[in-house]
């Protein structure tokens, strides 16, 4: 009888996100169409999916972010995100982190959700790993969107694993950008996000709900001076300080 009160419960809060997310973009459809027209406005977006769409999926859910900054960022610099990505929650939770506009390079794969997708598809830098042409493309993306001041949110996993999984080896592309462009690496360790709202529901046991979500944000990395020779060690510099971070 436990076990099945439990799944009723983690199946509402799950219709519950989905209600959030959805709702909050249907309201706001006109200004997102007009902010997304436009790379250049592309500000006035990020604003919104900070302090409106994050903030009412986040705060509606009953999870409250509290956020450890190691070393404060500096207005106008253009950085490279990085986190552990173990729930959908993980994106709203790096813009809420993100002081500054910053893009996400995301997989094709999420062009296909409903609404979410099309607006994703505007704003964010999506990449097909199984295509060079694509690949290639992302780089000139990026290149300039970083020369308008914005940073670059990634999840370097690649993906999101089941609860086996502490921290999956990381892709290059977060360190390749980095080191191409000379941008500081930002590590972030999400502490909460896998107990709060876990994206794999068939865990076995049913978890989920309101409370805390911890975040630390790591010291900056530099890349300055460093090249392609550099990205192995970077990346398992990060990838070491993320994994002896994460609770078990």
Request: hydrophobic letters at 40%.
């Amino acid at each position: 009888m436990v076990r099945l009160i439990k799944m009723v419960l983690c199946g509402l809060y799950n219709v519950w996100f989905y209600t959030l997310a959805g709702t909050s973009i249907i309201i706001f459809l006109p200004y997102l169409f007009v902010t997304s027209f436009k790379e250049s406005w592309y500000p006035y977006f990020f604003w919104f999916a900070r302090n409106i769409w994050a903030s009412i999926i986040l705060y509606g859910m009953g999870l409250i972010p509290k956020i450890e900054y190691k070393e404060p960022f500096e207005k106008g610099k253009s950085y490279m995100l990085v986190a552990n990505h173990k729930s959908m929650i993980d994106v709203m939770l790096m813009l809420k982190v993100c002081k500054s506009p910053c893009v996400f390079v995301g997989k094709k794969e999420l062009l296909k959700l409903p609404v979410f997708g099309y607006f994703y598809k505007r704003v964010a830098i999506m990449v097909n790993r199984d295509s060079a042409k694509s690949r290639k493309a992302v780089y000139v993306h990026a290149e300039r969107r970083l020369s308008q001041g914005l940073g670059i949110c990634i999840f370097p996993e690649g993906g999101v694993f089941g609860p086996e999984v502490k921290l999956a080896p990381f892709k290059n592309g977060a360190f390749r950008f980095s080191t191409d462009f000379q941008i500081p690496i930002v590590p972030m360790s999400f502490l909460d996000c896998e107990k709060r709202y876990p994206y794999h529901f068939s865990y076995g046991h049913y978890v989920g709900g309101p409370g805390v979500l911890r975040v630390r944000v790591h010291n900056h990395i530099s890349t300055k001076g460093k090249g392609h020779g550099d990205m192995e060690g970077l990346k398992q510099q990060v990838y070491d300080l993320l994994w002896n971070d994460l609770e078990d």
